[in-house]
């Protein structure tokens, strides 16, 4: 059609802005907050299922830590400069490569300290004392850093620990200002760190952070590291800190008895990089990460076992980032031409299944970074819209049939308004009726299988079909809603048999489906199944509208009911739903299988329902043995006897393999097997779709 044509253009023409955005967006980061948390599923995962040997913390990196054991030893907070001094020239002797103090030591003690740990930066010659990075929104204006006699005997670097977000505080990578770098000739602590550990300065070309000849690291767009941090091992008390790992308390340093006590120790401490940090809480540096708070000094040796590592975790290149979103695009522009919305959407989904795998186990086993929010968030809008579509074009062509076929009333109803015109006039009265609705299965793969001239033609053979028969059993046809037929029995001519005439209709109907439907596939046209729904009691009949245009309708919950037990039917795949009141006011003319007690949407009270069969005592063969099994396995089920029942109801599918409510009561058995019900259910299933 052509109006098809026009909305695919549109379509594509969506679909291509929307990825187009996603590129933009992926570039200029604009939705950190969701990308952070993919990486920090994606680091749980790889810190368990990595090569360990890329997930162990590094055994370069030790930590002399300060905590609430060594300051209830201590007696006082914070840590001396006399006592870190001490601290700093014992670990010298111990043969540390790099000291790196975690404390930032911009002001001037106020007991005397200074000269002392002046003497002891100067004697162990290779301390990093921190510094912070100081920006007036994105605009560097300069260092704070450690008092002027201390910077001049050490070495400095910053420690700006942020989150990319300002929603989520989450630390997934550590920023390398080039501002700084290029103005301060000053380097974040981590890199500082390493660069003193390999005796190399670091520099900055082509989006690389190089440290001499054997340490790349890849930076993003923003000159940002990706922090690979550590599988840690866990025990009764939960997952181990870092600390705990690869570190020495600063007691045992600072409190050790004597030089043969430190030199036990030297071992852990020769040839490494050695930081010295709070991990108490009084500190308050305790930061988000993807693997759980992580103390400020952990997330130092966490980045400085990533760098001396190279920086395993490596964005993508730009190129692939493109090729992926040029896929995933060509994939969506591709399911338009299927009309069957199970393969189209199945197809949509499987490809984002492969592609969120491929970005997991990517980054797990080659730590390549693939952005994941911002081509995920374009190709779920693209799928609404391809859907969208289809589902407008659907909608148009119910409209299209209710126009056509929407005027169709029983001739019973003109008649009876020839005989008393004053029903024209606007209004109803309550009557005790019985309520019909039916509607084709899965009308909207059916209907896109067709041509809309031979969806008119299909259509009007069974609507045809149907309406005779149930004008045959006295039966008024209310309306066409697309492929839905809504009628009733019991005005406007009084039915004392209308529950009877009504299932006995319904019979008829699902009879009549079997030519029709061997003869549309005979034809190449699609099988289709009906669902129908009855229920019986009081109603509200007569016109209804305005004085311009009305319509002799029904209208009540008695008629909301049998609306819903139509769509109930897909729960049981049974074909036609009755309700207790329809089966109670006819019981003696028809075979019925007892279904289930229900609570349908939108209604408080339960319901007993019933599969209508067969007029009374013409069930026989197969079916009958299948209805025999299955009530007493249903007896089984309400006993709370679920093996048993489950028993049944296998004994039940092997009669009719296909049987749509012994598939249903035999999965709802498996499942209450392995978990109960509460003791207190009543029995009543609830349906949580109108179906």
């Given at each position: 059609m052509i109006m098809g044509s026009n909305t695919n253009r549109k379509d594509v023409a969506v679909i291509v802005f929307v990825f187009f955005l996603a590129i933009i967006f992926e570039y200029l980061e604009a939705f950190s907050l969701i990308e952070d948390e993919t990486l920090s599923y994606r680091q749980i995962l790889r810190s368990h299922y990595a090569d360990p040997e890329l997930t162990s913390p590094s055994e370069d990196v030790i930590i002399v830590y300060t905590d609430e054991d060594f300051y209830s030893d201590y007696d006082k907070f914070p840590l001396r400069r006399v006592d870190l001094s001490t601290i700093i020239v014992r670990l010298k002797n111990m043969g540390a490569a790099v000291i790196g103090v975690d404390m930032l030591l911009d002001f001037n003690s106020a007991y005397g300290e200074d000269p002392t740990l002046a003497?002891?930066?100067?004697?162990?010659?290779?301390?990093?004392?921190?510094?912070?990075?100081?920006?007036?929104?994105?605009?560097?204006?300069?260092?704070?850093?450690?008092?002027?006699?201390?910077?001049?005997?050490?070495?400095?670097?910053?420690?700006?620990?942020?989150?990319?977000?300002?929603?989520?505080?989450?630390?997934?990578?550590?920023?390398?200002?080039?501002?700084?770098?290029?103005?301060?000739?000053?380097?974040?602590?981590?890199?500082?760190?390493?660069?003193?550990f390999l005796g190399v300065e670091p520099e900055l070309t082509n989006g690389d952070l190089?440290?001499?000849?054997?340490?790349?690291?890849?930076?993003?767009?923003?000159?940002?590291?990706?922090?690979?941090?550590?599988?840690?091992?866990?025990?009764?008390?939960?997952?181990?800190?870092?600390?705990?790992?690869?570190?020495?308390?600063?007691?045992?340093?600072?409190?050790?008895?004597?030089?043969?006590?430190?030199?036990?120790?030297?071992?852990?401490?020769?040839?490494?990089?050695?930081?010295?940090?709070?991990?108490?809480?009084?500190?308050?540096?305790?930061?988000?990460?993807?693997?759980?708070?992580?103390?400020?000094?952990?997330?130092?040796?966490?980045?400085?076992?990533?760098?001396?590592?190279?920086?395993?975790?490596q964005p993508a290149p730009l190129w692939l980032e493109l090729l992926v979103i040029l896929i995933l695009m060509a994939v969506f522009i591709a399911t338009q031409s299927m009309q069957a919305p199970l393969k189209r959407n199945l197809l949509s989904l499987g490809v984002l299944v492969i592609y969120i795998s491929v970005a997991v186990m990517g980054y797990i086993y080659m730590g390549?970074?693939?952005?994941?929010?911002?081509?995920?968030?374009?190709?779920?809008?693209?799928?609404?819209?391809?859907?969208?579509?289809?589902?407008?074009?659907?909608?148009?062509?119910?409209?299209?049939i209710r126009d056509a076929f929407g005027q169709y009333l029983s001739p019973k109803v003109v008649a009876d308004l020839v005989k008393d015109p004053s029903k024209l006039t606007?209004?109803?009265?309550?009557?005790?009726?019985?309520?019909?609705?039916?509607?084709?299965?899965?009308?909207?793969?059916?209907?896109?299988?067709?041509?809309?001239?031979?969806?008119?033609?299909?259509?009007?053979?069974?609507?045809?079909?149907?309406?005779n028969i149930i004008i045959g059993l006295e039966g008024t046809v209310d309306k066409f809603e697309g492929d839905a037929i809504i009628a009733f029995w019991g005005a406007p001519t009084r039915q004392m048999d209308h529950a009877k005439l009504a299932c006995f209709a319904s019979i008829d109907m699902s009879k009549a489906l079997i030519p029709l439907r061997d003869k549309w596939v005979?034809?190449?046209?699609?099988?289709?199944?009906?669902?129908?729904?009855?229920?019986?009691?009081?109603?509200?009949?007569?016109?209804?509208?305005?004085a311009q245009r009305m319509n002799y309708t029904i209208m009540g919950d008695t008629v909301n009911l049998a609306a819903r037990l139509e769509g109930a039917n897909k729960a049981y795949t049974s074909g036609t739903m009755i309700s207790e009141a329809t089966y109670g006011a006819c019981q003696s003319d028809v075979d019925v299988r007892e279904?289930?007690?229900?609570?349908?949407?939108?209604?408080?009270?339960?319901?007993?329902?019933?599969?209508?069969?067969?007029?009374?005592?013409?069930?026989?063969?197969?079916?009958?043995?299948?209805?025999?099994?299955?009530?007493?396995?249903?007896?089984?089920?309400?006993?709370?006897?679920?093996?048993?029942?489950?028993?049944?109801?296998?004994?039940?599918?092997?009669?009719?393999?296909?049987?749509g409510p012994a598939l249903t009561y035999a999965e709802r058995c498996r499942g209450f097997?392995?978990?109960?019900?509460?003791?207190?259910?009543?029995?009543?299933?609830?349906?949580?779709?109108?179906?």
């Open positions: 003497d002891a930066l100067k004697e162990a010659g290779n301390v990093l004392l921190v510094s912070q990075a100081e920006f007036t929104g994105d605009e560097f204006v300069g260092v704070n850093t450690a008092i002027q006699k201390f910077e001049e005997l050490t070495q400095p670097g910053y420690s700006n620990i942020s989150a990319n977000s300002a929603i989520s505080e989450s630390i997934v990578r550590l920023h390398v200002y080039s501002e700084v770098a290029d103005n301060e000739d000053m380097w974040p602590f981590a890199v500082k760190a390493v660069s003193m190089t440290i001499g000849d054997d340490i790349v690291v890849g930076l993003d767009q923003f000159n940002e590291i990706y922090i690979d941090y550590p599988l840690l091992p866990s025990g009764p008390e939960g997952t181990a800190r870092l600390h705990e790992v690869v570190g020495i308390s600063a007691s045992d340093i600072l409190f050790a008895a004597d030089e043969e006590e430190l030199e036990d120790l030297a071992y852990l401490v020769d040839g490494r990089i050695v930081l010295i940090g709070e991990v108490a809480e009084v500190a308050h540096d305790e930061f988000e990460t993807p693997v759980g708070n992580v103390y400020g000094v952990s997330i130092i040796a966490d980045t400085i076992s990533t760098i001396l590592r190279g920086g395993i975790l390549l970074i693939l952005s994941m929010s911002y081509a995920l968030l374009a190709s779920l809008i693209a799928l609404v819209v391809v859907n969208a579509r289809f589902y407008l074009n659907e909608m148009g062509q119910k409209a299209l606007l209004g109803g009265e309550e009557r005790e009726m019985t309520a019909y609705f039916s509607d084709i299965a899965k009308f909207s793969t059916f209907s896109e299988a067709l041509t809309p001239t031979q969806l008119v033609n299909v259509l009007n053979d069974y609507l045809t079909e149907m309406c005979a034809d190449g046209r699609p099988s289709i199944s009906v669902r129908m729904g009855l229920n019986s009691g009081p109603m509200v009949v007569g016109n209804m509208g305005s279904l289930d007690t229900i609570r349908v949407v939108g209604k408080s009270e339960s319901v007993k329902v019933y599969q209508l069969l067969e007029r009374k005592n013409q069930t026989a063969g197969n079916i009958a043995d299948l209805v025999d099994k299955f009530e007493s396995s249903l007896g089984l089920y309400k006993d709370r006897n679920y093996k048993d029942a489950l028993a049944g109801f296998e004994t039940c599918l092997e009669i009719a393999a296909d049987d097997i392995s978990e109960p019900p509460v003791d207190d259910w009543d029995g009543v299933f609830t349906l949580d779709s109108k179906g």
